[in-house]
T-cell receptor, first 115, second 112 residues
Framework: EPEVTQTPSHQVTQMGQEVILRCVPISNHLYFYWYRQILGQKVEFLVSFYNNEISEKSEIFDDQFSVERPDGSNFTLKIRSTKLEDSAMYFC?????????????FGPGTRLTVL | QKEVEQDPGPLSVPEGAIVSLNCTYSNSAFQYFMWYRQYSRKGPELLMYTYSSGNKEDGRFTAQVDKSSKYISLFIRDSQPSDSATYLCAMSGRSSASKIIFGSGTRLSIRP
């Protein structure tokens, strides 16, 4: 069964460093998303991406964040200068259709720890 | 008022019991109502969805939506220890690539 994959599973970085989180969405999916979940808190929407551009972004997704689909398979989230409060699980999701239920398939997540 | 409210639990019930999980919401624009299951250190997995008001049944699981009360429920019949997980209610609008708004999740434990 096709699934969303994410690498790395755990990333530890120093405050102020740049990190890139990688995702491989399901191959025929057209819509891509990033969510994050701070420990003990709810899953929060960050950004959606379609047709090589951002469709929607939340208030959390400020200028420190960017997304890219550098090739036909990967979808990346970059945090330019990490802060302590960026420590969280980051989930990538993808979906195929719009207009009907937009079932989003989630990856296993990348745990980001900022020291 | 929070957009989606969900009792975080934890909720512990004996095997075989009927479990009732609930959420309330405030945004009338929500059209799709979903329940996700999340195991520890894993991504959310879609369990059930309902469009607008009504009920939907899938095996031991029943989802209910009451848009007039802005209240959604998930019932689990004949609960099993393997049902132990965190259950997230979730909602979205109807536009393309709609973001999902999640509840905080209810941690459920089924005792053998």
């Amino acid at each position: 069964e096709p699934e969303v994959t994410q690498t790395p599973s755990h990333q530890v970085t120093q405050m102020g460093q740049e990190v890139i989180l990688r995702c491989v969405p399901i191959s025929n999916h057209l819509y891509f998303y990033w969510y994050r979940q701070i420990l003990g808190q709810k899953v929060e929407f960050l950004v959606s991406f379609y047709n090589n551009e951002i469709s929607e972004k939340s208030e959390i997704f400020d200028d420190q964040f960017s997304v890219e689909r550098p090739d036909g398979s990967n979808f990346t989230l970059k945090i330019r200068s990490t802060k302590l409060e960026d420590s969280a699980m980051y989930f990538c999701a993808s979906s195929h259709l719009a207009g009907v239920l937009n079932e989003q398939f989630f990856g296993p997540g990348t745990r980001l720890t900022v020291l | 008022q929070k957009e989606v409210e969900q009792d975080p639990g934890p909720l512990s019930v004996p095997e075989g019991a009927i479990v009732s999980l609930n959420c309330t919401y405030s945004n009338s624009a929500f059209q799709y109502f979903m329940w996700y299951r999340q195991y520890s250190r894993k991504g959310p997995e879609l369990l059930m969805y309902t469009y607008s008001s009504g009920n939907k049944e899938d095996g031991r699981f029943t989802a209910q939506v009451d848009k007039s009360s802005k209240y959604i429920s998930l019932f689990i019949r004949d609960s099993q220890p393997s049902d132990s997980a965190t259950y997230l209610c979730a909602m979205s609008g109807r536009s393309s690539a709609s973001k999902i708004i999640f509840g905080s999740g209810t941690r459920l434990s089924i005792r053998p």
